[in-house]
């Protein structure tokens, strides 16, 4: 089971706690923004990468 781990400042003590059912799907829900965020990071496809890209599906159609 998913975890968090708790501490204690004055004392040091670490506490292992399980995630309640709330907690675990806010922590989907972040991912699934972060994942997304990341996606749209990624560098658009220079000119030549697009002209390759287009030259290749113009040959996969004239094969066709």
């Known amino acids: 089971m998913t975890h968090r781990i ?3 400042v004055q004392t040091g003590e670490t506490t292992q706690v399980p995630l309640t059912n709330e907690e675990l799907a806010e922590a989907q829900a ?3 923004q972060w994942d997304a965020e990341q996606a749209a990071k ?14 290749a599906e113009l040959a996969a159609l004239k094969a066709a």
């Open 6 to 8: 708790v501490v204690n």
């Open 30 to 32: 972040l991912k699934a």
């Open 42 to 55: 990624q560098p658009e496809p220079n000119l030549l990468e697009m002209i390759a890209q287009l030259q």
